[in-house]
T-cell receptor
């Protein structure tokens, strides 16, 4: 089975621009979560989607948004980019619905975003 | 709140055992995980343990959970140079919610 894929792998943007990152979960997985990893703040939860619905959201400003499509692929968008948004953005997928399946979450390789 | 704490660095000799420790504060944690991150890569799930267990073994990996003290440890037997990486402890409540709370990560350096 193919793993979690994320595109693009690297991205350079300037302040004020917006960016869209994409994540394709493992086939059959319906839960997709997004995390931001920075040297200063570590790994922080952004949001989680299951069957096209956002189930949980972390403490990030409204500039960070996401969505999930019917094929479980997910995108996250960051508008009005700031220097502090430079980070590795990681996506994770899980087969679990909360009432069935196993709790493993598998991560993709990440998208490295640099904001200049 | 959810706080997960780990020591930042561990140096170990090749062939010895490594023990990485983690403490967490959320008593409702249902699952506890160990992830490995190599330079420039994403997170690799090593193992996880359900909160009603106190031990789980998987080849060279042994996870010990002390729920009373909210203490989790990962032991790597016969540590190899390929085990050099950052190891993250994470917790989730797991019920209809897969938000993971991570520790800061322990950088393990294996020396010859």
């Amino acid at each position: 089975k193919a793993g979690v894929t994320q595109t693009p792998r690297y991205l350079i943007k300037t302040r004020g621009q917006q960016v869209t990152l994409s994540c394709s979960p493992i086939s059959g997985h319906r839960s997709v979560s997004w995390y931001q990893q920075t040297p200063g703040q570590g790994l922080q939860f952004l949001f989680e989607y299951f069957s096209e619905t956002q189930r949980n959201k972390g403490n990030f400003p409204g500039r960070f948004s996401g969505r999930q499509f019917s094929n479980s692929r997910s995108e996250m968008n960051v508008s009005t980019l700031e220097l502090g948004d430079s980070a590795l953005y990681l996506c994770a997928s899980s087969s679990s619905s909360g009432t069935s399946g196993t709790p493993e979450q598998f991560f993709g390789p990440g998208t490295r975003l640099t904001v200049l | 709140g959810e706080d997960v704490e780990q020591s930042l660095f561990l140096s170990v000799r090749e062939g010895d055992s490594s023990v990485i420790n983690c403490t967490y504060t959320d008593s409702s944690s249902t699952y506890l995980y160990w992830y490995k991150q190599e330079p420039g890569a994403g997170l690799q799930l090593l193992t996880y343990i359900f909160s009603n267990m106190d031990m789980k073994q998987d080849q060279r990996l042994t996870v010990l959970l002390n729920k009373k003290d909210k203490h989790l440890s990962l032991r790597i037997a016969d540590t190899q140079t390929g085990d050099s990486a950052i190891y993250f402890c994470a917790e989730s409540t797991g019920s209809n919610d897969y938000k993971l709370s991570f520790g800061a990560g322990t950088t393990v350096t294996v020396r010859a």
